[in-house]
């Protein structure tokens, strides 16, 4: 459905009478593909910021045409803005004035990027104020963005600078096509561990990684990604599930393990299968999840208790197992939801559990860290699934078309990217953070 | 030429599709279809995508004509490296087996690194031919040249032609069932109807204990939307079996033991088991379960009444034991394929039994009871079903992994077959 409305408004006569009757007009989004330029045109860099040259260096040794404050009258596409030194709000005028005509010249696709510091209780209040500000200003400016063009922000904290591995790894997420259907988003970044990959093309060469919940939907996306990617994926599901995790196992060319995340040793057993068949373990995706919704005036013991063990309780088991095995530069990645973040009725269990995951993540990530590992979540908002093709149509179509900037739902590609850019080596920095794939969802913002 | 050497077959593990009663939840699925889904079960627990197995040998005991390389167009379909040599074997309910046996025995050659052996079987989606005379007359049609021979033919044509005729497990040279003549073999131990009830009983217990903790998660990849064998009574009672009424041997009145209950019931399903070496299990970075040891295949004459139709494992479990110098209580499990409670219990009863051991098996002494707390403890065929020839397949994946949870022993595996023959084997544990 989705997909024949996205055609509809995108070509021939359908189009213009869309446009003609005042339809939303969602745009087909630019998503990655190693035969596509990282942007769709020229990358102007706007303001200022201590090692701006080095990042301006690395930006164009990835095949980007520069250019520094000023572009003349080109078409754009993408737009960086370093923000990161600013004191006042009342420096934000020339800036953001000078992106506003920037904006004009983005071609669809388009990405914008603001690297800024996070504002903090203990900055002077200018500083806070206009740190904090820049966070609004960016979102709204996501909002105005048309034609499948995003707008997110890295900051930058402890001794991160704008050229850090970590920054730059995110830089090259948001303004490739893998950050399509993340939009109006900032993630926290820290100091300057973490190493690019050799090529963006296969950034998980050599890695192996778990993912649960593999057999269809999401997982199996996942799977899929992070296999084109370069991983060895063991992919792991029910037993019951076990005719389609096979499928899926057989086509990313992994290893298939039959369990059920709730088993005491759910997570001794994916680190055994790991380390028996692979030698190694490098990355965990709980993506393992149920739904079962009831409002909590009818819940039942039954749907609370087994969403919460599934979700949550599962992960923060197997995370202990995780930790315990000592495994060198582990990373995790765990699966929220937007419901977890903004609430939805109907799902007081679920959002339980996916709030859960927020803040296990936040909570764990020193612990990782101590191993050189990180831990984040990923948090999706309406995607395109057979879950979610069950919703009622006019709520469907809410959800889909009028909450998100991007007026459609995204894909489980979409959230297997961020997953995967969240896995990269040069990924160090980013540690117990969720990232939203929602197209800038109303919800939870 | 080098001398080949022998060096140990390894069971590496297995994958079966849950086995379903006939014409239930896999009415619609082919032989191919079912061995393809077991085996890219296998291949996706293992990472076998793109590799070229050594061979793949299996078959089915009912067999469509145009099924002809049923094992390599199921290769085919899967993702193993199309280079994969894969070949047809048929030896009734022994085919897993055999196919299995022959493999390993490549294996141990050094002719074979790696090998997939297993099989399939469906009664539901069973191959019906024509009647006799209707491919007579079918057959002659085609000869004909001119429009008068051809109608010549045709007028032989008779209503009576047009009855399929749809395959039996019936014996073509005693025309007798099989149940019919394990009734035989029944009375002829002494097999109370009791014994047999508790032994199937046993069966559903053991089986329904086994999918609870687990044991199945790593031997099985569910099928069409079923994720366990769903002839499993778990809730089975000796009351409930105690009241069906026998359905073999109803001539002999009062004294017919043979129920439903205590018989296998026809099944659809299918199973595989990777072999290899120590070298290719250790490249691979795969587990290594158990030793395929030996095995050993027999047959009895059943047509003159010399033997019971599926008593040919006594002898072939003799014969092996004496190759092996080993004693029959030498193992840790007894795998004995529950073809009917009855074949299982006429077995042990014979081992036991001075007179068969000494003038049948010619041996001095009797083999000797086993420990029944060693026999079939994780369920067989009555609980699980048969399809014929996916038994084999079922039963050495199950022992192998058995095996190597006790981290020692040995094990026994026995299967009856038609035609009066038998496959039994040794497998020995690996930590």
Not at chain 1, 34 to 40: A, D, E, K, R, V
Not at chain 1, 83 to 91: I, R, S, V
Not at chain 1, 159 to 163: I, P
Not at chain 2, 248 to 254: D, N, T, Y
């Given at each position: 459905m989705a997909d024949k409305y996205l055609d509809m408004v995108n070509s021939g006569f359908t189009a213009t009478l869309a446009k003609k009757l005042g339809l939303p007009r969602p745009a087909r989004l630019r998503r990655w593909s190693?035969?596509?330029?990282?942007?769709?045109g020229p990358l102007l860099v706007l303001g200022s910021s201590a090692r701006a040259q080095a990042l301006s260096d690395t930006l164009v040794s990835w095949g980007l045409d520069v250019r520094r404050n000023d572009a003349g009258g080109a078409k754009l596409g993408g737009l960086i803005l370093l923000?990161?030194?600013?004191?006042?709000?009342?420096?934000l005028s020339p800036l953001m004035l000078a992106a506003g005509q920037a904006v004009r010249q983005l071609v669809p696709g388009a990405r914008v990027v603001s690297i800024s510091r996070p504002a903090l209780a203990t900055d002077e209040p200018a500083v806070a104020a206009v740190r904090q500000g820049i966070d609004g200003a960016i979102r709204s400016l996501g909002r105005e963005l048309r034609a499948g063009a995003t707008a997110n922000g890295i900051l930058l904290t402890g001794?991160?600078?704008?050229?850090s591995p970590s920054v730059l790894a995110a830089t090259h997420f948001f303004l490739s096509?893998?950050?399509?259907?993340?939009?109006?988003q900032f993630l926290q970044v820290s100091g300057n561990a973490g190493e690019l990959p050799e090529s963006f093309d296969a950034p998980l060469a050599g890695k192996v990684v778990a993912v649960t919940g593999?057999?269809?939907?999401i997982g199996a996306a996942i799977a899929a990604t992070l296999y084109r990617d370069g991983a060895t994926v063991i992919v792991v599901d029910m037993p019951g599930a076990s005719d389609a995790l096979s499928k899926v196992a057989n086509r990313v060319s992994g290893t298939a393990l039959q369990l059920?995340?709730?088993?005491?040793d759910a997570g001794t057993r994916i680190i055994e299968h790991a380390r028996a068949r692979?030698?190694?373990?490098?990355l965990v995706i709980h993506n393992a999840g149920i739904t079962r919704d009831k409002l909590l005036a009818n819940m039942d013991a039954g749907r609370w208790d087994s969403v919460i063990a599934v979700n949550i309780a599962s992960q923060l088991r197997m995370n202990e197992q995780l930790l315990a095995a000592?495994?060198?530069g582990l990373r995790v990645v765990s699966l929220a939801s937007t419901s977890g973040i903004a609430g939805n009725r109907g799902q007081s269990n679920y959002a339980a559990s996916k709030g859960g995951v927020i803040g296990m993540v936040r909570a764990s990530a020193e612990d990782f860290a101590a191993n050189g590992g990180t831990i984040n979540a990923v948090a999706p908002g309406f995607i395109e699934t057979e879950m979610t093709a069950k919703i009622p149509l006019g709520t469907r179509t809410v959800a889909r078309m009028v909450l998100p900037s991007l007026m459609q739902g995204g894909l489980p590609l979409d959230v297997a990217e961020a997953i995967g850019f969240l896995a990269w080596?040069?990924?160090?920095?980013?540690?117990?953070q969720t990232l939203r794939v929602c197209g800038q969802s109303l919800v939870g913002a | 030429m080098a001398t080949p050497s022998v060096r140990p077959a390894v069971v590496i593990g297995g994958n079966r599709i849950p086995f379903a009663r006939?014409?239930?939840?896999?009415?619609?699925?082919?032989n191919q279809d079912m061995f393809t889904a077991a085996l890219e079960g296998l291949v996706a627990r293992f990472g076998l995508q793109g590799q070229r197995i050594g061979a793949v040998a299996g078959g089915a005991?009912?067999?469509?004509?145009?099924?002809?390389n049923l094992i390599r167009e199921s290769v085919l379909g899967?993702?193993?490296?199309?280079a994969t040599v894969a070949y047809d074997v048929q030896m009734a309910c022994a085919t897993g087996m055999e196919a299995i046996g022959s493999l390993a025995n490549k294996i141990k050659l050094g002719q074979l690194d790696s090998g997939i052996g297993g099989g399939v079987d469906t009664t539901s989606d069973a191959p019906i031919a024509v009647s006799e005379g209707l491919r007579q007359v079918l057959l002659e049609l085609a000869r004909a040249r001119s429009t008068k021979a051809k109608l010549t033919a045709l007028s032989?044509?008779?209503?009576?032609?047009l009855a399929p005729s749809a395959p039996g497990?019936?014996?073509?040279?005693?025309?007798?069932s099989m149940g019919e003549h394990q009734a035989k073999t029944t009375r002829h131990w002494g097999i109370t109807r009791t014994a047999q009830d508790e032994l199937a009983l046993a069966s559903h217990r053991n089986l329904a204990a086994a999918y609870e903790r687990g044991f199945f998660d790593d031997l099985m990849t569910s099928f069409n939307g079923l994720s366990?064998?769903?002839?499993?009574?778990?809730?089975?009672t000796l009351e409930k079996l105690g009241s069906l009424k026998p359905a073999?041997?109803?001539?002999?009145?009062?004294e017919a033991t043979m129920t439903a209950g205590n018989s296998t019931p026809l099944t659809d399903g299918a199973s595989t088991v990777l072999l290899g070496s120590e070298d290719y299990a250790t490249e691979h970075g795969l587990p290594m379960?158990?030793?395929?040891?030996d095995f050993e295949a027999a047959a009895v004459d059943f047509v003159h009444g010399a033997?019971?139709?599926?008593?040919a494992p006594a002898y072939a479990v003799a014969r092996m034991l004496k190759r092996n110098n080993l004693?029959?209580?030498?193992?840790?499990f007894y795998e004995i394929h529950e073809a009917f409670a009855g074949t299982v219990l006429s077995t042990l009863k014979a081992w036991e039994d001075e007179e068969f051991c000494r003038?049948?098996?010619?041996?001095?002494e009797p083999l000797g009871a086993i420990d029944?707390?060693?026999?079939?403890v994780n369920g067989?065929?009555?609980?699980?079903?048969?399809p014929f020839a996916a038994t084999g397949g079922r039963i050495v994946a199950t022992l192998a992994k058995m095996l190597h949870e006790k981290g020692s022993g040995r094990g026994l595996i026995s299967v009856c077959a038609a035609g009066g023959q038998g496959v039994v084997a040794i497998l020995e544990a690996r930590n």
């Open positions: 190693t035969q596509t330029p990282l942007l769709p923000l990161d030194e600013l004191t006042h709000p009342e420096q001794d991160a600078e704008a050229d096509g893998r950050s399509a259907y993340v939009d109006g593999a057999a269809r939907g059920d995340v709730t088993a005491a692979h030698g190694q373990l490098d000592d495994l060198p080596d040069a990924s160090q920095g980013i540690n117990g | 006939s014409n239930t939840k896999y009415a619609n699925a082919s005991v009912l067999k469509h004509s145009k099924d002809f899967s993702s193993l490296d199309p032989r044509l008779r209503p009576a032609h497990t019936g014996e073509p040279r005693t025309g007798l366990r064998d769903n002839n499993l009574r778990a809730d089975s073999f041997g109803k001539s002999l009145g009062e379960l158990a030793n395929f040891v033997e019971g139709l599926l008593m004693t029959l209580q030498d193992f840790d003038e049948k098996l010619g041996l001095d029944r707390g060693k026999l079939n067989s065929s009555l609980a699980a079903g048969h």
